[in-house]
């Protein structure tokens, strides 16, 4: 597997970013031109993470957030999303479908829905430093 193209943007993390994260993500992959099934997937763990990020990550104060977006030439898709916001205290819990430490108008499905969307997902998180989510994506062949 060899680094095709790769891509990293930083952004502070208020709730008009998420979009601008979404379609930048999108945009890039496009070069590998994706089904719209798999942009639409893209899209949505990209905003996931990062809505993660910005409401729980950093719920009481703005930081950055850092996307990285890598290509491989099996059309691997890996895409990172890192704060350093309060971190996760229990990655397993935090997990679980409809766990929330945010708000009762949250669903507490994020990371649900990025493992469904996902080929492969995985967490890391410490306390008061931050979390990194990394999402792979393998996209169809195309002829």
């Not at 997990?95 to 969307?117: K, L, N, W």
């Not at 008061?128 to 996209?139: A, F, P």
């Amino acid at each position: 597997m060899s680094l095709i193209n790769k891509m990293q943007i930083t952004f502070p993390s208020r709730s008009v970013n998420e979009g601008f994260a979404r379609v930048s993500t999108a945009s890039f992959i496009s070069q590998l031109d994706p089904t719209l099934e798999e942009i639409s997937d893209i899209k949505t763990i990209v905003s996931e993470a990062v809505t993660n990020s910005i409401v729980h990550g950093y719920a009481d104060r703005e930081g950055e957030i850092i996307i990285s977006v890598y290509i491989y030439d099996n059309r691997r898709v890996r895409i990172t999303v890192k704060d350093r916001g309060v971190g996760i205290p229990d990655i397993k819990k935090a997990m679980e479908a409809c766990f929330t430490t945010g708000s009762e108008d949250r669903a507490g499905m994020g990371f649900t829905i990025m493992q469904t969307f996902s080929d492969k997902l995985k967490v890391r998180s410490v306390q008061n430093r931050g979390t990194i989510v990394t999402m792979e994506k393998i996209l169809c062949p195309r002829p």
